[in-house]
Each structure stands twice: as structure tokens, then as C-alpha cells.
């Protein structure tokens, strides 16, 4: 077991590595952190010290917890002296001590023949969130081309459609307890019977690690396959990490292709998907376009604060109530947030405009877009919405926020809008246009339709997929080919 370790870090994803290697029986010595409130302080009954005290460590372990700051972390350590084959990331660490501790588990060559058996990530849970839905889409069409899939979800989770039922791959991991190396061991051990396997990961996590950790042991039985839903700095840092055990990323906007490879990852291991969504051959609705009704509009996703931005839906609201704005609002999604936003809603005094329509399956999805005659959205960051998309296939003109991929669906002033991320006052005046000009409903609606129509078909989907599903593994892309 590695010994001497020194965590660099205190934050949360500091303390996450912490409490992992502390599970696995490793040796670590201290903390060290860049800010100097906290140094001479214990945490977890260890002390923390100022980063300089490493140059008298230069034999030890040092694990970066930070993905932000990791680069200037690592050149403050070789600035110490500290060799740079001493120095792992978060990710690393974890690999490095489950590949040793979990070998008497998962080191045995297995496999069930020669089919390749296709593992998805949904840690998740099967929600109804975007990447949940795209993932149990994808996997029902695989199986209709003979092609061996699973969903890989927490223990208990239920499958919301009985045609997945036997498709669902209960592993020993709770989702509150994220990076425990209960989680990865448990991972690990499930996946291992599913040998040879391609994984398709979704952000890095208990799932995608326990792959890695799996791809240690069986270089020649797994590849992995890393689609990338999140349109953040961060997030491709991260994946950038972990290159050495991706065969291929998958960035779900051209946006995330472009970031990836920003990373210095190879642009030819780096490819570029548009999931598909439910779209009509021909568009067929109504719009609101009597000043004497009022102008409807939709939102569908997580109620929640971090990244969908609904502590800023007060805001609009008062804003529209300002431009005096005649307009029915429905949400529809759960979250954590949501009695907060109840409570916002009738402190606004927009209780008889707005309506929470909680969860709606997605098979309804499509009614719910098109009596809507604006979809909005106020996140910060995105992959590439399937929310907005679907709106988008059913006539509702997009009045969202810059974030990735919209570009791709989107020419702003003629099939939607494009707002600066948190400027719900300019989203206010958009749609008191619309409000004003609703001969511009029709048109901007038939365009959104016409934009996702050409490029969401699943059987183009599913063509990408059988392509990419036929690669084989390159050995420069796994560590131990």
C-alpha cells in the first residue's frame, strides 16, 4: 500500500481523497494548503502545513485534490524540488491504490466469450434528466442491432420502462457516498463479470474510475468510451487527466470537442455527436397570437440552484411583471429547490400565472412543448440541452442563455435567442417582445423546428454508434497495452 502520502488541499474534494485512502489503509502524513488561515490547524487530526514544507519530503506521495488549480499546484510542488513522478492528481490516486488494494478482487482473468458487452453510466440514477433519457434511449435502440447493453445504476434503483427491465445492472454503491472505496470496489467487482466490456462514461466519477481501475487489470478486455455533457472549463481538465485510459471522448456539442482538445488531447481521439430527440416529420401546432390570451411559456429540468440558475426565476418574473407582460408560465421537473421557488413565486405575488407541474414522463415531453409558445432556460452551463432541444422539435422558439452547443441549434434573432448568462432583465425584454409581436411566434417556431429536424434522427445516431462501437482499442491509448 502506498505509504507517506501528503494531501495538497483542503476543500472538499481534499477531504474526499482523505477519507478514501483512510478506507484503504494508506499512510498519510499531513495537509498542505495555499492558504495561510489554515495552516497550523489539524483536520481529520492531522496538521496542516504551508506547501514549502515539502522540499524536506521529496521521497513522499503528494495528491493534488484541486482540478482548477492543478496546474499551478503541480508547478509550485517541482518548484520544492519534488520529482514529478511524486506527484498524482485526485483521479490517479484513487486508480493507483484501488489497482493494488481491490487486486485480490478483480485481478482474476474473466469474461464471458467473445460478445462485447456494451456498460452504461447511469449513477445517476434513472431520472428523467437528460443524460439519463440518452443513455436509456441509446441503450433500447443498441439492443434492437443484437448488441449486449446495460444500464449500470445504484442498488435499488427501479427502471422506469418494463422494456429495460433486464437491462439494469444493480452495483454495490450508494450515491451519498461518492468516491468511498466501498463505491469503486463495488463498481469494479459488478463490472468485471461484464468482461470484455466497453464502457460509456459520462463525467468522471465512481463508475468511470472503477473502469479505469478494471482497465488496469485488463487492458485487452476494456475500453472505454468518455462522452463529455458538461460544457465547463473544469470538466475538461479533468477528462484530460484521465486520457491515458479513454479510448475516445465524446463531446455532445462542438463547443465541448473544441475543449477537450484545448487540453492537448489529440483531435483525432476527440469526436462530436448530437443526441437525438423526438421530432415529427412535419410541424404541426398553434401559437398564441390573440393579444387577449396570455403568451405561454415553458421550462423543463431541474429545479435546482447550482448550474439550472432557478434562484434567478424570482427575478424574472418581477421583471415581466414590470414590462407588464400578459404570460402563463409551467415548470415541470423536481429538485431541491423547489419549495424555495414556491415560496419566491408567491412572494412575487405570480402564483396565479405560474404552475409546477412536477415530474412529466418523457413520453409527454413533446404535448407539454407544444402548447408552449417560448422555452426558456437560465443556467450557467450546459452540454447541450436536450430540454431545449426537444422544445426546439416542437415549435417552442428558445429564449436561453449562452451556453454550450447552443450556437450549433440556434441563429440568434431568427430561430431563438441567445442571453448572456444571468441576465434574466434582457431575457424580460425578449420576451415582452414576443409578447408585443406575436406574428414573430410562427416563424421563429417553424425555424427552431427546421434546425433541430435535419440533424436529430436517431437512425443517423445509432449509425455513429455502431461506427464508433466497431473500433478497436489503439494500444497508444491504453496505459498498459
Known amino acids: 500500500m502506498m505509504q507517506n502520502i501528503i494531501l495538497f488541499g483542503t476543500g472538499d474534494r481534499g477531504k474526499k ?3 478514501f485512502l483512510q478506507e484503504v489503509g494508506a499512510d498519510i502524513l499531513f495537509w498542505i494548503d495555499s492558504d495561510p488561515d489554515k495552516w497550523n490547524i489539524r483536520l481529520f487530526d492531522l496538521p496542516v502545513y504551508q506547501p514549502g514544507t515539502v522540499r524536506k519530503y521529496k521521497e513522499s506521495v503528494i495528491c493534488i485534490s484541486a482540478v482548477d488549480a492543478k496546474k499551478e499546484m503541480y508547478h509550485t510542488l517541482l518548484g520544492y524540488g519534488i520529482p514529478k513522478e511524486r506527484i498524482v492528481g485526485f483521479s490517479e490516486m484513487i486508480i493507483r491504490c484501488g489497482k493494488e488494494v481491490f487486486k485480490s478482487d478483480i485481478a482474476q482473468e474473466s469474461g464471458n466469450g467473445f460478445r462485447q458487452n456494451i456498460l452504461f453510466d ?3 440514477g434513472l431520472g428523467l434528466g437528460g443524460v439519463e433519457a440518452w443513455s436509456m434511449q441509446l441503450a433500447e435502440e443498441l439492443l434492437k442491432y443484437g448488441r449486449s ?5 445504484p442498488q435499488n434503483a ?13 452495483v454495490k454503491a450508494e450515491r451519498n457516498q461518492a468516491f468511498s472505496a466501498r463505491n469503486i470496489k463495488g463498481i469494479a467487482e459488478s463490472l468485471e463479470k461484464k468482461l470484455p466490456c466497453t464502457v460509456i462514461t459520462s463525467c468522471v466519477n465512481d463508475f468511470f474510475l472503477a473502469a479505469c481501475i478494471l482497465k488496469e487489470w485488463h487492458p485487452k478486455q476494456v475500453k472505454i468510451l468518455s462522452v463529455v455533457h458538461q460544457g465547463i ?5 479533468e477528462q484530460a487527466d484521465m486520457q491515458q485510459y479513454v479510448d475516445r471522448y465524446i463531446g455532445v456539442s462542438e463547443d465541448i470537442r473544441q475543449g477537450i482538445c484545448e487540453q492537448g488531447i489529440e483531435t483525432d481521439r476527440v469526436l462530436h455527436m448530437t443526441c437525438p430527440v423526438a421530432c415529427a416529420d412535419r410541424l404541426e401546432r398553434t401559437y398564441t397570437e390573440d393579444a387577449a390570451s396570455p403568451i405561454r411559456i415553458g421550462y423543463a429540468g431541474r429545479l435546482e440552484v447550482i448550474q439550472k440558475r432557478l434562484d434567478l426565476l424570482p427575478g424574472l418574473l418581477l421583471e415581466l411583471d414590470r414590462r407588464k407582460v400578459d404570460y402563463q408560465l409551467e415548470i415541470a421537473g423536481m429538485g431541491a429547490y423547489v419549495d424555495t421557488l414556491l415560496e419566491c413565486i408567491k412572494d412575487t405575488g405570480a402564483e396565479k400565472r405560474v404552475h409546477l407541474c412536477g415530474m412529466i414522463e418523457r413520453n409527454q415531453m413533446s404535448c407539454f412543448w407544444r402548447r ?5 432556460n437560465l443556467s450557467d452551463y450546459e452540454g447541450r440541452s436536450i430540454s431545449v432541444m426537444e422544445a426546439m422539435a416542437n415549435g417552442a422558439v428558445p429564449v436561453v442563455t449562452k451556453t454550450s452547443g447552443v450556437r450549433e441549434d440556434i441563429a440568434d434573432g431568427e430561430s431563438g435567442y441567445l442571453i448572456e448568462i444571468g441576465d434574466y432583465a434582457r431575457m424580460a425584454d425578449v420576451i415582452c417582445e414576443l409578447e408585443k409581436k406575436r406574428f414573430l411566434l410562427k416563424d421563429m417556431g417553424e425555424k427552431a423546428f427546421e434546425s433541430i429536424s435535419e440533424k436529430c434522427h436517431m437512425k443517423d445516431h445509432i449509425e455513429f454508434w455502431n461506427q464508433v462501437l466497431k473500433e478497436r482499442s489503439e494500444e497508444r491509448f491504453s496505459r498498459n497495452a
Open 17 to 19: 481523497i482523505f477519507q
Open 122 to 124: 447511469c449513477m445517476n
Open 149 to 153: 447493453t446495460f444500464l449500470v445504476v
Open 158 to 170: 427501479k427502471a422506469p420502462d418494463h422494456r429495460l427491465e433486464t437491462q439494469i445492472l444493480p
Open 233 to 237: 472549463p473544469a470538466a475538461y481538465k
Open 372 to 376: 408552449q409558445d417560448i422555452c426558456i
